[in-house]
């Protein structure tokens, strides 16, 4: 059974970096069509992807936040790493990571439960 | 603002049939799959329909997916309380080098 689970800060401070990670199981970011994505949805709000990384390692970033964001990937520790620069309060959200496939879909399935950041000084 | 484009709001008895809507553009909806999820309360999303209209293993039969042209719809027959959600849209979007776009979100009440 495939499952992420997203860890890091509960609570930044504004300016401060975050950093993000998703463990995942059942399954390797060294298998052909395979990644993992982030997305984020603010208290309330809609959804809003992030970033992706592919198996093969090409990387692509919400343009409106390529900016601020960088996403890694440790195949051998089964884990991808988001993070996220100069952080605001209108930041605040839950962050998600989700297996992804499929470059140039929007297939994320399963996604994590989930971790909610909190921006405040 | 989202990209594409979704009612704020649905509703349905139980045992209706309800529609949701999302409409985009040539560079999203109209040259490439949908994707739509299902957030019940206080969860994680979970992919619904992928491709268009094709349901992932459990998703109910009741749940379908249509396209035409820049718009689909995400349809729900035989309507049941455990349907109450949010349900979003999402797009392969080919402007800007390509990206991902979701819909603002449908939140549907069972009455």
């Known amino acids: 059974q495939i499952t992420l689970k997203e860890s890091g800060p509960t609570l930044v401070k504004p300016t401060q970096t975050l950093t993000l990670t998703c463990t995942f199981s059942?399954?390797?970011?060294?298998?052909?069509?395979?990644?993992v994505g982030w997305i984020r949805q603010p208290p309330g709000k809609a959804l809003e992807w992030l970033a992706l990384?592919?198996?093969?390692?090409?990387?692509l970033y919400s343009p409106s936040l390529k900016s601020r964001l960088t996403i890694t990937k440790d195949t051998s520790k089964n884990q991808v790493v988001l993070t996220m620069t100069n952080m605001d309060p209108v930041d605040t959200a839950t962050y998600y990571c989700?297996?992804?496939?499929?470059?140039?879909?929007?297939?994320?399935?399963?996604w994590g439960q989930g971790t909610l950041v909190t921006v405040s000084s | 603002q989202s990209v594409l484009t979704q009612p704020p709001s649905a509703s349905g008895t139980p045992g209706q049939r309800v529609t949701i809507s999302c409409s985009g553009s040539?560079?999203?909806?109209?040259?490439?799959?949908v994707y739509w999820y299902q957030q019940l309360p206080g969860t994680a999303p979970k992919l619904l329909i992928y491709r268009n209209n094709q349901r992932p293993s459990g998703v109910p039969d009741r749940f379908s997916g249509s396209k035409s042209g820049t718009s689909v719809s995400l349809a729900i027959s035989g309507l049941r309380s455990e349907d109450e959600a949010d349900y979003y849209c999402?797009?392969?979007?080919?402007?800007?080098?390509?990206?991902?776009?979701f819909g603002g979100g449908t939140k549907l009440t069972v009455l």
């Open positions: 989700a297996r992804y496939q499929n470059w140039g879909s929007c297939w994320f399935d399963p």
């Open positions: 040539s560079s999203n909806i109209g040259s490439t799959y």
């Open positions: 059942d399954f390797s970011l060294s298998t052909s069509g395979v990644g």
């Open positions: 999402a797009a392969w979007d080919d402007s800007l080098s390509g990206h991902v776009v």
């Open positions: 990384i592919y198996w093969n390692d090409d990387k």
